[in-house]
């Protein structure tokens, strides 16, 4: 009998096995293919963007620099005596909005960012991520399996069993990080709601005879949209057909070509198909992302279009939120509903990346009303607070959970505080523990953080840009809890740290 049992090897299920194992739990991943190496897992078909707030996740964990490194990027500049700023500077690269490219330039800094290795998002692969992510799980002691692919699911008030490979996996809880096409949603009865498709989008890696038919980036035609990347023969095409084509089949390189053609308007010519595949705007969420003992993270909590780059990085934050939460509650130390929190916090925000995907539908549609609202989007994109609005949205800088408290820093990824000495927040949470840092010369803070001192590490001193703070205390997660002023209200302080991490006889009487 495990603690969890995970179905899926993906990103987020691999995510999530790393934070449980990480928190002590005993964890069994269940992968369908033998395989994890596939060419859409490569540059440039399994290419992905991750936003500042994930890249900030692998940096809190140690992670960062092994993905940099089998993402072959270069180190980010994160050594404590880097000449760096502590004044955010504006981000370099910007995604896009129904195909209309952000101008950089445009973007100034989130006023929450501050510098250093986590400041920005990352171009890297799926490879890249799950390797690194498979090496830490088997340092945490997690034991993954592949080759079976989970067929039934059953639970009780005691546990669940996950049944693959003609075998029986018990667990006390189990996890279905296995996809869009989630076995594990159908099976313990989740409802999965939302919208059905508009179009059917294709990607192919394909030699093509003429490519200067083809604009370079993202061009919309009154058709639909197509995508020329940088790298050699890999485009991507979007048509309007209702979802009409049959995805249980992979396309024919003739079908490619007359879709191409007709998208784009020119009469462009493909030769031999390498890959191709297809997706579609469909646009459904889990209703709960829990049902008893069973819960739900990444693609199998929700699908959406590809469009703006976020099912990745809506999955990382799921299974960032729900590891440090779930360890807790399988350790029987989790406050009164904490692991309900994860659906009340994570339902919101991807029901909002739900909506940014069906915006940019509704105004790629080949009609005249939208192009009509293509104009108005194209030209607020042109300001610079409209640019801010869509990057913001894009990269994460814009969520922020509700956890009841005003202040705007309260329930927001945290910005990577730098202490004098050059320790960064990020420094100071490998070990998956919450973190209270007290930025005041009298350490006031120390005596009432002891109480929770198992959870919780205490850091003091100044930092280099407080953000006119006094002290904040971080979840695991990364999410800041509570945000005190240069006068921390102690009180204040202790009712988060119970909210969050609960109230611990065994610990130190506070001072
Ligand atoms: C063309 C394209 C471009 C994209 N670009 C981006 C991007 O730039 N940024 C971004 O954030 N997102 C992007 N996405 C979305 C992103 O790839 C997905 O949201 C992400 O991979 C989801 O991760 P996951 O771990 O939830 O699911 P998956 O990656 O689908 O992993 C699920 C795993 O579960 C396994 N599995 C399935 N069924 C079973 C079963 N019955 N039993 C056991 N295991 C099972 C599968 O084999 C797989 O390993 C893109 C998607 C597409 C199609």
């Given at each position: 009998?495990?603690?969890?049992?995970?179905?899926?090897?993906?990103?987020?299920?691999?995510?999530?096995?790393?934070?449980?194992?990480?928190?002590?739990?005993?964890?069994?991943?269940?992968?369908?293919?033998?395989?994890?190496?596939?060419?859409?897992?490569?540059?440039?078909?399994?290419?992905?963007?991750?936003?500042?707030?994930?890249?900030?996740?692998?940096?809190?964990?140690?992670?960062?620099?092994?993905?940099?490194?089998?993402?072959?990027?270069?180190?980010?500049?994160?050594?404590?005596?880097?000449?760096?700023?502590?004044?955010?500077?504006?981000?370099?690269?910007?995604?896009?909005?129904?195909?209309?490219?952000?101008?950089?330039?445009?973007?100034?800094?989130?006023?929450?960012?501050?510098?250093?290795?986590?400041?920005?998002?990352?171009?890297?692969?799926?490879?890249?991520?799950?390797?690194?992510?498979?090496?830490?799980?088997?340092?945490?002691?997690?034991?993954?399996?592949?080759?079976?692919?989970?067929?039934?699911?059953?639970?009780?008030?005691?546990?669940?069993?996950?049944?693959?490979?003609?075998?029986?996996?018990?667990?006390?809880?189990?996890?279905?990080?296995?996809?869009?096409?989630?076995?594990?949603?159908?099976?313990?009865?989740?409802?999965?709601?939302?919208?059905?498709?508009?179009?059917?989008?294709?990607?192919?890696?394909?030699?093509?005879?003429?490519?200067?038919?083809?604009?370079?980036?993202?061009?919309?035609?009154?058709?639909?949209?197509?995508?020329?990347?940088?790298?050699?023969?890999?485009?991507?095409?979007?048509?309007?057909?209702?979802?009409?084509?049959?995805?249980?089949?992979?396309?024919?390189?003739?079908?490619?070509?007359?879709?191409?053609?007709?998208?784009?308007?020119?009469?462009?010519?493909?030769?031999?198909?390498?890959?191709?595949?297809?997706?579609?705007?469909?646009?459904?969420?889990?209703?709960?992302?829990?049902?008893?003992?069973?819960?739900?993270?990444?693609?199998?909590?929700?699908?959406?279009?590809?469009?703006?780059?976020?099912?990745?990085?809506?999955?990382?934050?799921?299974?960032?939120?729900?590891?440090?939460?779930?360890?807790?509650?399988?350790?029987?130390?989790?406050?009164?509903?904490?692991?309900?929190?994860?659906?009340g916090e994570r339902h919101p925000v991807g029901a909002r990346v739900l909506d940014w995907t069906r915006a940019q539908t509704a105004v790629?549609?080949?009609?005249?009303?939208?192009?009509?609202?293509?104009?108005?989007?194209?030209?607020?994109?042109?300001?610079?607070?409209?640019?801010?609005?869509?990057?913001?949205?894009?990269?994460?800088?814009?969520?922020?959970?509700?956890?009841?408290?005003?202040?705007?820093?309260?329930?927001?990824?945290?910005?990577?505080?730098?202490?004098?000495?050059?320790?960064?927040?990020?420094?100071?949470?490998?070990?998956?523990?919450?973190?209270?840092?007290?930025?005041?010369?009298?350490?006031?803070?120390?005596?009432?953080?002891?109480?929770?001192?198992?959870?919780?590490?205490?850091?003091?001193?100044?930092?280099?840009?407080?953000?006119?703070?006094?002290?904040?205390?971080?979840?695991?997660?990364?999410?800041?809890?509570?945000?005190?002023?240069?006068?921390?209200?102690?009180?204040?302080?202790?009712?988060?740290?119970?909210?969050?991490?609960?109230?611990?006889?065994?610990?130190?009487?506070?001072?």
């Open positions: 009998m495990h603690d969890v049992v995970i179905a899926g090897a993906g990103p987020v299920g691999l995510f999530l096995a790393c934070e449980l194992g990480l928190a002590g739990c005993s964890v069994l991943v269940l992968e369908r293919d033998p395989d994890p190496r596939s060419p859409w897992k490569t540059h440039p078909l399994g290419m992905r963007g991750l936003s500042a707030t994930s890249v900030a996740a692998f940096h809190r964990r140690g992670l960062l620099r092994p993905l940099l490194t089998a993402s072959g990027l270069p180190d980010a500049p994160d050594a404590p005596d880097a000449p760096d700023s502590d004044e955010p500077s504006p981000p370099r690269s910007v995604s896009h909005f129904a195909g209309m490219v952000l101008d950089p330039s445009n973007v100034a800094a989130s006023p929450f960012r501050l510098p250093g290795p986590a400041a920005e998002g990352v171009m890297t692969d799926l490879e890249a991520v799950e390797s690194v992510l498979s090496a830490r799980a088997a340092d945490v002691g997690v034991e993954i399996r592949r080759g079976l692919a989970v067929s039934a699911v059953e639970q009780d008030d005691e546990g669940v069993v996950l049944r693959a490979g003609g075998h029986e996996h018990a667990a006390r809880w189990a996890v279905g990080c296995d996809g869009g096409r989630s076995v594990v949603r159908r099976l313990a009865g989740f409802d999965f709601a939302g919208t059905e498709p508009q179009f059917t989008g294709y990607v192919v890696l394909a030699a093509i005879a003429d490519p200067e038919e083809l604009r370079p980036g993202f061009t919309l035609t009154p058709t639909g949209m197509y995508l020329r990347t940088p790298a050699e023969g890999y485009v991507g095409v979007l048509d309007f057909d209702g979802g009409a084509f049959d995805r249980s089949r992979p396309p024919t390189r003739d079908h490619l070509q007359a879709v191409l053609r007709r998208v784009s308007g020119t009469e462009v010519t493909l030769g031999e198909v390498r890959h191709a595949s297809s997706f579609t705007d469909r646009a459904m969420q889990a209703t709960t992302y829990r049902r008893g003992r069973v819960l739900l993270a990444g693609d199998a909590a929700h699908v959406h279009s590809p469009l703006g780059a976020q099912g990745l990085n809506l999955g990382i934050g799921d299974a960032v939120n729900l590891g440090w939460k779930l360890a807790a509650t399988v350790r029987g130390d989790a406050p009164d509903g904490l692991l309900d929190t994860y659906t790629m549609k080949p009609d005249a009303h939208a192009r009509a609202i293509q104009a108005v989007v194209r030209d607020l994109l042109g300001t610079r607070d409209g640019t801010i609005y869509v990057f913001e949205r894009t990269s994460g800088a814009r969520t922020r959970h509700d956890l009841g408290d005003e202040h705007p820093l309260v329930g927001r990824d945290a910005p990577d505080f730098r202490l004098a000495d050059g320790t960064r927040l990020g420094d100071l949470m490998p070990d998956g523990r919450g973190v209270v840092l007290d930025f005041g010369a009298d350490h006031r803070l120390r005596g009432a953080a002891a109480r929770w001192g198992s959870r919780v590490r205490y850091a003091a001193g100044a930092a280099r840009n407080d953000l006119g703070l006094g002290a904040v205390l971080v979840r695991p997660d990364g999410v800041v809890a509570w945000a005190g002023d240069r006068d921390p209200d102690r009180a204040a302080f202790e009712r988060a740290a119970t909210r969050w991490f609960g109230v611990h006889p065994s610990s130190p009487v506070p001072v």
